[in-house]
């Protein structure tokens, strides 16, 4: 029951329905559950920050699967070995593994197509540009 309702939260269409869903739960959850509603209220700004980004990008930004994959690519890469003769042989290996998938990420499938990274690039531009705009006058 708390997961689907905190479910309902990602699930709204734009920001503001968002925080007011997550106020709603938030509501809802505090007699049963308040240690999970006090949890929800205080990581509000975290939890809504994919709100923030293009349509485009939301799904891929909120998943855990590009991380969970990357886990599961060094603990397999790790347990070829078994046990490491010492730390550093350990840093290397994960440090080689996490170079091979930032090589891959930007020479092969990138996660965001470069249209919808433009996007994001010209909305930074105009909130630079505003501001210094506001200054000089």
Known sequence: ????????VFEQPDEASAHEQLGRVV??????????ADLLADAEPDLLAHFTFPDT??????????????NKEIKRRTAVVGIFPSR???????GMVLAEQDD???????????????????????????PALLMAS
């Open 1 to 8: 029951m708390v997961a689907s309702a905190i479910r309902s």
């Open 27 to 36: 509501e809802d959850l505090r007699p049963r559950f308040p240690g999970v």
């Open 57 to 70: 990008h939301r799904r891929q930004i909120r998943s855990t699967n590009p991380l969970e994959r990357l």
């Open 88 to 94: 550093a042989s350990v840093i290397r290996l994960v």
């Open 104 to 130: 891959e990420w930007q020479d092969g499938r990138r996660y965001f197509r470069p249209e919808t990274m433009a996007l994001i690039d010209a909305a930074v531009e105009r909130e630079e540009v505003g």
